[in-house]
């Protein structure tokens, strides 16, 4: 008996300030809790204050009782007024409130709908927000370049793909679009983006096909692509800036117009 007295451990509780055994208090469940931890309060609190916080549950017959006024005793049968129990004011005051919480927690009141604001019209490049561009004529044609917008920033997307068919974009000064599109090198697809209209591989395969693998200067078989105008003075990789040459031609030729090559020839 001394020894299971001598190994009890006590512990005191938060809400009463008790002394007691450690089994009367919960264990403490996490990662950084060690295997003596315990809870600060003890049974015997733990059921006080569940009965303190438990919901109270009025009967609606309960409910049409306490609205309807307390009759005086006076009023009331000799019998029924020798066992009625008196009330007093701060009690009589509580009571109602009391039973008129849980009706109000059984029907919750619906909130008001808020109206739904009204769609506005497509923004434009001057409006705030997100911008959208104006919306195309019916009959336009997609290689008039005068329809052609910057945005914001001044530029113009330009997207495509690339050999393996991956999509890209990246943005264009309006000059270069203008080109591209007059040069049948892009169309226009709304009116601040354009739309390469080859990759790097067609493009070659379609200037090849088109001059006949047949070298634009001299006659012979010509299997590159030289720009007539060259890119070091502001030429562009377009179907009408570029022909076919052979290796010969496009060497010799290098970054000369093509009207001083052509005397060369």
Not at 7 to 28: A, G, I, M, S
Not at 131 to 155: F, M, Q, V
Not at 185 to 193: Q, S
Request: proline share 8%.
């Amino acid at each position: 008996m001394t020894d299971n007295l001598q190994t009890t451990q006590y512990k005191q509780c938060v809400h009463c300030l008790e002394q007691k055994p450690v089994t009367d208090f919960l264990r403490r469940t996490g990662r950084r809790s060690g295997p003596a931890s315990r809870r600060g309060s003890c049974r015997s609190c733990r059921k006080t204050r569940s009965r303190i916080t438990a919901p109270i549950t009025v009967s609606a017959a309960n409910q049409e009782a306490a609205a309807q006024p307390a009759a005086p005793l006076a009023a009331m049968p000799e019998a029924v007024a020798a066992t009625a129990v008196p009330i007093s004011p701060a009690e009589n005051a509580v009571g109602p409130a009391v039973a008129s919480k849980p009706a109000a927690a059984a029907a919750p009141a619906v909130a008001p709908k808020r109206p739904r604001p009204s769609k506005a019209p497509a923004r434009t490049a001057g409006a705030g927000g997100k911008y959208r561009p104006r919306p195309l004529p019916a009959n336009y044609s997609p290689t008039d370049a005068s329809l052609l917008r910057t945005t914001r920033k001044g530029t113009v997307w330009m997207r495509g793909k690339t050999d393996k068919g991956r999509r890209w974009h990246q943005e264009i000064e309006l000059e270069l679009a203008v080109t591209l599109v007059k040069e049948r090198a892009a169309v226009i697809v709304n009116r601040t983006t354009i739309r390469r209209l080859f990759s790097n591989k067609d493009f070659r395969s379609y200037i090849l096909t088109r001059d006949n693998y047949t070298c634009h200067f001299c006659g012979h078989y010509g299997d590159t692509i030289d720009h007539m105008l060259p890119r070091a003075k502001g030429g562009h990789t377009t179907p009408d800036n570029c022909v076919c040459a052979c290796n010969e031609c496009n060497q010799s030729k290098a970054d000369k117009d093509i009207d001083e090559f052509m005397r060369e020839l």
